[in-house]
């Protein structure tokens, strides 16, 4: 049962830890996670350090391992604040700072640590971390006990969660905690909510244009493919332009909806697995009011494809100075940065479709072996985009790559089809943990890193720990 008055009061001690770090003009470093909702975060959590006045950084890493502490160690901060990460490493973070540290997170941890002050995680308050409380919802709570104002930050919480994939709930609504982020951007007239097609670029771009480029959920044979989009709708007798100037979608009536989904379904198919890809592709839409738009930011969820384009490019600077509402030059970069985004993305999901090997299925997981083609910070992406396919929706996805010259890094996701009751967080923990790694995440979405050399022993523990 969700306990906020205890997680509120857990906030408060943490607020109060921060606010006395401040007043001694400490030196705070906030560590965060690559993706939309470690950028959005760090952001949070940044952003009303840097409002109360205390002296603060901000930094994005891919993973918090071993080597990832040790370089935090020698930066020699006086404090470090973790959003999206550390839950899994409470013990190497208490040899490494002692009590100079606090987590904030949404990530699955030991029982054994929910108890602790420098910890704020929503499982300990018994909130689902993987589908009601993003870490950027965690920041923003920790935002709000430090100061009302904060809750000009509301938009980034649902961002994050965005980003993580939380609007599980009907119409792809956010639920939970992140519901009362939402409620409170809604109150203070920074958000509104909308019900329609949930295609990037609804409208501000052509309709063919906008399907190829929503990725989630993935639809084959039109995600990614302008000219195959833009071949079904004229086929089909789709009035595409109007006086010489494209339509887009929230131009379509009723009529034209209707028609649409017919074309899509004839990609998706009819099937139970077809008809809750096409269900996914209309629901509650989230704009942000004082956002341009014609820019990606003005859909929430668009701003986060933007975040998580500028972490998996490596450009977190980019991503954290939108995040903190940089309109100018961080701007463009992004926009640049998300094309050449898709293009990677594009061209590793036709090498996979074209090269049939590189897939293997083994009972209910597929594995994408991505060894000499998938980057190390794309393999979340990739694997988020095949479990949301209509081809793997009902797989667990594991996807392989290697992490410099001697480790390999591993991302998992379940389809939501998936037949069984998995917990993916446990089994690449329990899995990398065997063979000397480090491995974690939520029940539907998880990572590991490895020796190079322990390579089958970890994919058989995983395949064998599905299967039981
Ligand atoms: O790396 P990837 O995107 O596949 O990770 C999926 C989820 O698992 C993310 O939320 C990430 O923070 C989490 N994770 C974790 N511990 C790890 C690796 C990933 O908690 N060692």
């Known amino acids: ?133 993003s870490s950027s919802t965690m920041a923003y709570i920790l935002a709000l006990s430090l100061d009302e104002r904060n809750k000009d930050l509301s938009p980034s919480a649902i961002i994050g969660a965005l980003g993580d994939r939380q609007d599980s709930g009907p119409n792809r609504s956010l639920t939970g905690l992140n519901r009362k982020a939402l409620e409170d951007g809604v109150e203070k007239g920074l958000i509104t909510v909308s019900k329609d097609f949930l295609f990037h670029g609804r409208e501000t771009r ?8 929503t990725y989630t959920p993935y639809l084959t044979g039109l995600s990614g493919a302008k000219d195959a989009c833009l071949a079904a709708l004229s086929n089909t007798g789709f009035v595409l332009k109007e006086h010489g100037r494209w339509r887009n979608l929230a131009e379509l009536s009723d009529g034209e909806r209707q028609k649409l989904l017919e074309v899509l379904t004839s990609f998706v198919g009819t099937g139970g697995d077809g008809s809750m890809v096409i269900s996914e592709l209309i629901g509650e839409i989230y704009s942000l009011r004082y956002e341009d738009a014609l820019t990606p930011m003005h859909d929430a969820r668009e701003f986060a494809t933007l975040l998580n384009a500028c972490g998996r490019m490596d450009a977190t600077d980019v991503g954290i100075a939108i995040s903190l509402g940089d309109r100018d030059t961080a701007l463009s970069e992004a926009l640049k940065l998300i094309g050449e985004y898709r293009l990677k993305l594009n061209k590793a999901l036709q090498i996979l479709q074209t090269a049939g090997d590189r897939v293997a299925t083994h009972g209910d997981v597929a594995v994408v072996i ?23 929706r009902d797989k667990m996805v594991l996807v392989r790559t290697r992490s410099g010259d001697t480790e390999l890094k591993f991302s998992s996701r379940l389809g939501a089809s998936f037949p069984k009751e998995v917990n993916l967080g446990l089994i690449m923990k329990q899995a990398a943990e065997f063979v000397g790694g480090v491995g974690g995440g939520h029940s539907m979405a998880a990572g590991a890193k490895i020796p190079m050399t322990k390579r089958d022993e970890f994919t058989r523990a995983v395949l064998q720990k599905v299967a039981e």
Do not use: C
Request: aromatic share 8%; hydrophobic share 45%.
């Open 1 to 133: 049962m969700p306990d906020p008055g205890a997680l509120n009061a857990r906030a408060s001690e943490a607020s109060r830890l921060i606010s006395r770090l401040s007043k001694e003009k400490k030196r705070i470093l906030v560590v965060t996670h690559i993706d939309a909702d470690g950028l959005s975060s760090g952001s949070i959590a940044f952003h009303a350090l840097l409002r109360m006045g205390a002296i603060a950084s901000v930094r994005a890493i891919p993973d918090l391992d071993m080597k990832a502490i040790d370089a935090l160690r020698s930066d020699q901060f006086d404090f470090y604040l973790f959003t999206d990460l550390g839950s899994g490493m409470i013990d190497q973070l208490t040899a490494a700072f002692g009590v100079n540290f606090l987590i904030v997170d949404h990530h699955q941890l030991p029982s054994e640590h929910a108890g602790r002050p420098n910890v704020l995680n929503a499982w300990s308050f018994g909130y689902d971390g993987g589908s009601e409380v």
């Open 206 to 213: 052509p309709i063919h244009e906008a399907i190829a480029m």
């Open 370 to 392: 991505g060894d000499e083609f998938i980057e190390e910070r794309m393999t979340g992406s990739i694997s988020s985009l095949l479990a949301s396919s209509d081809k793997y």
